[in-house]
């Protein structure tokens, strides 16, 4: 220990005191310790060793690899590649972090992450605020879904001007203003009054509204592997749209489970 006796002895004298307790027994020659020494010896070494254990819980905490996560993430970007890779890329680097995800719109969304509900959301159009970050993870086509049965469905492609006056099964502004709008102005420009039959906010529940009959909806390239059986796909021959994914956060909130999810997601 490199402390001369005479000082260690007045240190362990004073402990003694300070403690009230006798922790060594005096011997001719030497001193061993008393029942109360071997107490506080064992209790001593517990409280060294949850504090390393206690030290090693925050290192881990600050890196990224313990603590919870809370993701948004919109029906239609689940069924997306990149979504799933960036989640299995995660899930495998950190799989003590606790990952919350959030089936929710876009507005929905930017509402929970004002709110400090969401730590980061998937989404296809970013919010307004400054102090809101984000990166593009992918660009999804725009295309038309069909029921199997329909007329158009046995066409390799078709026109705005074919789907004149044909039900659509579409959402409600409010889900997404902005994708919403893109279409409408879309259609607009070429011709096509859109005529929604049925309104459904959910792209599974859309597409099994179109295996039903019920009428034709937009879908993105992504969805095509996981539609229900009943529909088919068709591009749209003037019709050039798309929109962008992007993974969004607060800048002044994002903590260390953020920061290393991030560090996975590769910009698109």
């Known amino acids: 220990m490199r402390i001369a006796q005479p000082a260690l002895s007045r240190q362990i004298q004073h402990l003694e005191a300070e403690l009230r307790v006798e922790l060594f027994t005096r011997l001719p020659r030497g001193v061993r310790l008393s029942p109360a020494g071997r107490a506080l010896l064992e209790d001593a070494r517990a409280v060294l060793a949850s504090l390393d254990r206690a030290t090693e819980r925050a290192q881990r905490v600050e890196r990224g690899e313990l603590g919870r996560l809370r993701v948004g993430c919109t029906d239609s970007i689940t069924g997306g590649t990149a979504f799933g890779r960036i989640i299995r890329a995660y899930r495998r680097e950190y799989p003590e972090v606790h990952l919350e995800l959030s089936l929710l719109s876009t507005m929905d969304q930017w509402e929970a992450l004002r709110d400090d509900r969401i730590d980061l959301g998937f989404v296809f159009y970013r919010p307004p605020e400054s102090e809101v970050e984000a990166i593009a993870i992918g660009r999804e086509a725009v295309m038309l879904a069909l029921p199997e049965k329909h ?64 009428g034709a909806t937009w879908s993105l390239g992504s969805s095509v592997s996981r539609h229900p059986e009943g529909v088919v796909v068709r591009p749209v021959e003037d019709l050039d749209e798309s929109v962008t994914a992007h993974l969004i956060w607060r800048r002044d909130r994002l903590d260390s489970t953020g920061r290393a999810f991030l560090a996975l997601v590769p910009a698109d």
């Open 151 to 214: 007329p158009l469905a046995r066409a390799r492609s078709v026109r705005l001007a074919d789907l004149g006056g044909e039900p659509f099964v579409w959402f409600s502004r409010r889900a997404a203003p902005l994708y919403y709008d893109q279409m409408a102005r879309a259609c607009a420009a070429g011709g096509l009054a859109l005529h929604v039959a049925q309104e459904a906010n959910s792209d599974t529940a859309r597409l099994n509204l179109v295996a039903a009959g019920i």
